[in-house]
């Protein structure tokens, strides 16, 4: 074991004196380990992403960057997290992960016997000692909320039904006032259909909120609203291109945090999907982040459309592509927004669209529910204006289809198939060029 060394990441505030000890006993071998320093949050995670192996990350607690994103990427690759001062910084972010913390100042002795205890060292010679397991941080086992997604092509109205779907449960006694309605779509509408005068807080600062810790339910609930309607509401991006600030599993942590929160969900998300697999980009897989991961524990999915030969093409459209997505389609509610009243003409939309999904969906289409028919009703728009929510007609049929979904309908999380998970190339682990195929090129 002579020959092993811990190689250690380094990232501090300016003229931090540890950062300047640490330095010196590693370059004056008083320790066995490599010290790599770092000037940047984003040269850290270029190299723990760079796929050589790290021992440990030695940061400084007061430093804005370190935050459970960054964490989780340095356990996912076997490193220990250690910061390094800022005592109240430290009981924050305690509960995210981090290895463990040290005082500054701190001797070598301290720092020696944090990385024995909590890390491995590169280049054991010994193959039976085991490096020790590091547990990546996740969602705390326990009761959750159930969730319902509402999406659809825009224009269809599915704000309003969505609106109307948490204003039936929330009107249900059982619920105790813990139903909540979460704009998590990238052009955001339930604050204009709300009339909400202040735009703060909402998703950025909840999402913020557990970038750094783990907030109580009594802190989830006062970042949402709740002005005269019997649902809670979680207000979404104040600008599209806002979704750029939100760190994904910061995000994961929140939407976690809101299951443990309220008895039920309805989110009004996007309907799109894309992501690395489907078109090559990790921008495009973040940016559908909200989408993505609320259909990934979605109990139902309602998706919203209007009459006619557009709206019928986008609804079978939009149930083809949830289905590739993973979402069993005994889960999908097609809700047809102003539907005509005759039942001659809703009766042949039905079968327009079984007709039409039995192609994309194959067998599966014969657990899709039959589309339900929401009407259009005269006074709708002046409802919202004054404030006064959905007619209650629509709230009650719109909620209860949701409900018998929920009842007839085992929900079973999505799991990824086997061998999707991206996998970390190890230099030299190509192969090599062969002399023929050098002779060739």
């Known amino acids: 074991m002579s020959g092993d060394?811990?190689?250690?990441?380094?990232?501090?505030?300016?003229?931090?004196?540890?950062?300047?000890?640490?330095?010196?006993?590693?370059?004056?071998?008083?320790?066995?380990?490599?010290?790599?320093?770092?000037?940047?949050?984003?040269?850290?995670?270029?190299?723990l992403q760079s796929g050589r192996a790290f021992s440990a990350v030695l940061a400084d607690a007061g430093l804005a960057g370190i935050d459970r994103d960054l964490i989780d990427l340095t356990r996912e690759i076997g490193a220990a997290v250690i910061l390094v001062g800022d005592g109240a910084r430290r009981g924050r972010v305690s509960e995210l992960g981090v290895s463990t913390t040290?005082?500054?100042?701190?001797?070598?002795?301290?720092?020696?016997?944090a990385l024995d205890e909590h890390a491995s060292?590169?280049?054991?010679?010994?193959?039976?000692?085991?490096?020790?397991?590091?547990?990546?941080s996740g969602p705390t086992p326990g009761w959750r909320g159930r969730v319902v997604a509402v999406t659809g092509a825009g224009g269809t109205?599915?704000?309003?039904?969505?609106?109307?779907?948490?204003?039936?449960?929330?009107?249900?006694?059982?619920?105790?006032?813990?139903?909540?309605?979460?704009?998590?779509?990238?052009?955001?509408?339930?604050?204009?259909l709300h009339d909400a005068r202040d735009i703060v807080p909402g998703i950025q600062e909840l999402v913020d909120a557990f970038r750094h810790?783990?907030?109580?339910?009594?802190?989830?609930?006062?970042?949402?609203?709740?002005?005269?309607?019997p649902y809670r509401l979680l207000l979404g991006l104040r600008r599209h291109r806002d979704w750029t600030a939100l760190r994904p599993r910061a995000w994961t942590a929140a939407l976690d945090g809101l299951r443990r929160s309220f008895t039920q969900i309805v989110a009004d998300v996007d309907p799109d999907l894309e992501g690395e697999a489907e078109c090559g980009?990790?921008?495009?897989?973040?940016?559908?982040?909200?989408?993505?991961?609320v259909l990934d524990v979605a109990e139902v999915v309602v998706v919203t459309a209007h009459p006619g030969v557009q709206g019928i093409h986008r609804l079978v459209r939009t149930l083809g592509l949830l289905e590739t997505y993973g979402v069993d389609p005994a889960r999908l509610l097609p809700v047809i927004n102003r539907a005509p009243r005759p039942g001659r003409a809703r009766a042949e939309l039905s079968h327009t669209v079984a007709t039409l999904v039995e192609p994309l969906l194959g067998s599966a289409s014969e657990r899709l529910c039959s589309p339900l028919f929401v009407p259009e009703h005269r006074r709708l728009d002046a409802s919202l204006?004054?404030?006064?929510?959905?007619?209650?007609?629509?709230?009650?049929?719109?909620?209860?289809?949701?409900?018998?979904?929920?009842?007839?309908?085992?929900?079973?999380?999505?799991t990824l198939p086997a061998g999707?998970?991206?996998?970390?190339?190890?230099?030299?682990?190509?192969?090599?060029?062969?002399?023929?195929?050098?002779?060739?090129?």
């Not at 999707?420 to 090129?441: D, H, K, M, N, Y």
């Open 5 to 47: 060394r811990y190689v250690v990441l380094g990232l501090a505030h300016v003229r931090s004196s540890w950062f300047r000890d640490v330095s010196r006993w590693a370059t004056s071998a008083a320790m066995p380990i490599d010290f790599v320093k770092c000037v940047s949050i984003e040269e850290l995670r270029a190299r």
């Open 385 to 414: 204006r004054d404030g006064a929510g959905v007619p209650t007609a629509m709230a009650t049929l719109t909620a209860n289809a949701v409900s018998a979904v929920m009842d007839h309908v085992r929900y079973q999380p999505k």
């Open 281 to 293: 980009s990790m921008d495009v897989e973040e940016r559908n982040l909200l989408s993505r991961s």
């Open 157 to 192: 109205g599915s704000s309003v039904v969505a609106m109307a779907i948490a204003q039936g449960l929330g009107s249900d006694a059982r619920a105790q006032g813990r139903v909540l309605l979460a704009d998590l779509a990238l052009d955001a509408d339930q604050a204009m």
């Open 121 to 136: 060292p590169i280049g054991a010679t010994n193959p039976e000692t085991s490096a020790p397991t590091l547990t990546p």
């Open 213 to 229: 810790g783990t907030p109580s339910t009594d802190d989830i609930i006062a970042l949402t609203f709740g002005d005269g309607h």
């Open 102 to 113: 040290l005082a500054d100042p701190f001797d070598r002795g301290a720092l020696l016997a």
């Open 420 to 441: 999707s998970e991206p996998v970390a190339v190890i230099p030299g682990s190509l192969g090599a060029w062969s002399t023929s195929q050098e002779a060739a090129g």
